[in-house]
């Protein structure tokens, strides 16, 4: 019987063995076979090789591919089947560096060399699908310098050029610089892409994202009409962080307070523009831009006053100032409402919608140091709804 076990075992692990030997030789001769018919083949059978090669023989393709299109690519020039072995040996590389830094380094000088070779549609799109991977150090500089020359240098009446700046976008947006956003957010407010707006906008916002002081550095070089446009992007995105989107508007109303002198004639675009980045800041509760928003509360009370803004302005300024509860703010009301107090004395009294959005403000921020000017109301020809306001203010200030 025991005998009969041991014959047995010894079958199984002999017909194992066999097969392990079996597959390791058939494999070898795929292998073998793939690497043949690159050697000997043409150009189709090259392309062929590459595309039906395995995991053994896989890597070992690809590189002779990629050799093989770079150096036929300076000897002949490129054409259509040498287009189609570059695209197949490119996308033949992994999704994913290799652990070796040299290798990437050589496989990224690579596709730099390829990219450059051709003008072929297919093999930019296929490099560009794989630049990422292989792309840090000095590598990722050229990378990104390859894409940001392309995309400046390219004409949108080229055929090619439709097909190649959406992959592009999508490259720069993971790897881009300072370059790539400056150049993204030319297109952008020039409209210079216009068939692949929501693809630049994707690209302008995630590059944005990635670096404040890169953003920060294209608010305070532009004008205001391309700050306007561009702003409206922002506010108005969903994939943007608040806390980002704050701090853009902070910057946004700094820039547009403190430098009227070289701001627009068309003073409406400019007002506009600071409402809007006062709202976010408003509906953001963003605190931290508190002393910017009183300053430019202070500002706004005197375009008021100039009647370079209106009534409907001017109310929405109070009431987005308001949103920030902070003593910077709450002291910019009050002396606000004082200097109205004044006006009044001198029967020259303030529009009662004005006045009545002031003082609700004042009231809904509870705080004492308005008591004064508050109280003060109630003496002066002010309309009846205006002095009930100012009683109903009091009664909801903190002590």
Known sequence: MMEKVRNSIFKFFLCTTIFAFSSNFLSAQNQSANIRKFIKGNISDKTEAVKSAGTEDGESLCEMGLNFVIESFTSLGEDAELNELAVASVLALPRAPYTDDKKNEQVADKLFLIFN???????????????????????????????????????????????IIEPALVTLSKIGNFESLAIIFDAYVENRWADFTPQVENALLILSSNSIENTLKIIYGSNISNISKYFELVKNSDKILKNFQSEIAENVLFKVSNNTENLPEDFDSVENLRISALQVIAENKWARASASVAANFKLAKQNYDQKKLSESQFIAVIKYTAALSSSEVVQALSDCLADFNRSTEKNSVPAEPVMLALISSLGELGDKTAFDNLLYVSYLNYPTDVVEASKKALALLKW
Do not use: C
């Open 117 to 163: 070779s051709s003008s072929d549609e297919s093999v930019k799109i296929a490099v560009l699908s794989r630049l990422e991977y292989y792309s840090y150090g000095d590598n990722l500089t050229k990378a990104v310098g390859l894409i940001n020359s392309f995309l400046k240098n390219a004409s949108p009446l080229d055929k090619n050029f439709k097909s």
